[in-house]
């Protein structure tokens, strides 16, 4: 006699455990995103410390050991930033003796390079100069990272306070002010408010 297995289906479930089960997968979740905003605080840390600079201008000087003649164009894309921004770094960066302008030619567009000091200090850093997000990025899978984009989507839309400004300002910047925005009104601070 042939035996009927029986499908268990959520429908089916204690509404309790259901609850309880989400409730979990949503504390890991936290907890992912704990390591990983924690990796970034780490590596933004180590540059200031070990590089003597902030991590965005680091990773602003990896882009340009990659790819040497940069225009300022270039790096935002590279970069995920404001044109201004990247501007605004190779200025600096060219005040501390670590870039220097190349002059448009026939067959180049003016751009950027580093100096002799710029190739010794990035030189000097490991791998990760580019970030630790970036890094870590850079080594998955074109599925993997395809699927982690797709799924980030929604959560990013469902965020309170998103702003989608931030998309454009560098993670290394976390001591920046506030983007205002109109549509929300100040944060009240309770006693008993939690961040997370």
Do not use: C
Request: proline share 8%; aromatic share 4%; net charge positive.
């Amino acid at each position: 006699m042939r035996h009927t297995k029986y499908t268990h289906y959520d429908h089916m479930e204690d509404p309790q455990v259901v609850r309880a089960r989400r409730k979990e997968t949503m504390r890991g979740a936290i907890k992912l995103f704990r390591v990983l905003m924690d990796a970034v605080e780490r590596h933004a840390d180590w540059a200031r410390s070990h590089a003597g600079m902030d991590p965005a201008r680091l990773w602003a000087l990896w882009e340009l050991r990659q790819m040497p003649g940069l225009r300022a164009v270039d790096l935002a894309k590279a970069m995920a930033v404001h044109r201004n921004t990247a501007e605004t770094m190779l200025i600096e960066l060219a005040d501390e003796g670590l870039v220097t302008a190349l002059p448009a030619l026939l067959d180049r567009p003016a751009g950027h390079t580093l100096t002799e000091a710029g190739k010794r200090l990035i030189q000097a850093v490991p791998d990760h100069a580019q970030g630790a997000l970036m890094s870590a990025l850079g080594q998955l899978p074109d599925a993997a990272l395809d699927q982690l984009v797709q799924a980030l989507r929604p959560l990013i839309q469902a965020l309170p306070f998103r702003e989608d400004r931030a998309a454009l300002r560098p993670l290394a910047s976390r001591h920046a002010p506030v983007l205002p925005r109109s549509d929300h009104p100040p944060l009240k601070r309770t006693p008993h408010a939690k961040s997370d």
